[in-house]
């Protein structure tokens, strides 16, 4: 599951950069960085426990 969490953040911030510097969508680039982050950060705190 941990990697699994790792491998969807990942995609997301490769999606959100791609969205930033090509098509320029708008609102849906920055949900995405914030679900690539809270991914991330649901990982630190799994991996801390």
């Known amino acids: 599951m941990g990697n699994l969490l790792y491998v969807i953040a990942v995609i997301l911030v490769i999606g959100w950069l ?8 708008g609102g849906l680039i920055h949900i995405l960085l914030v679900i690539a982050i809270i991914a991330i950060l649901l990982k630190v705190i799994n991996r801390a426990t």
């Open 18 to 25: 791609l969205g930033f510097f090509v098509w320029h969508v």
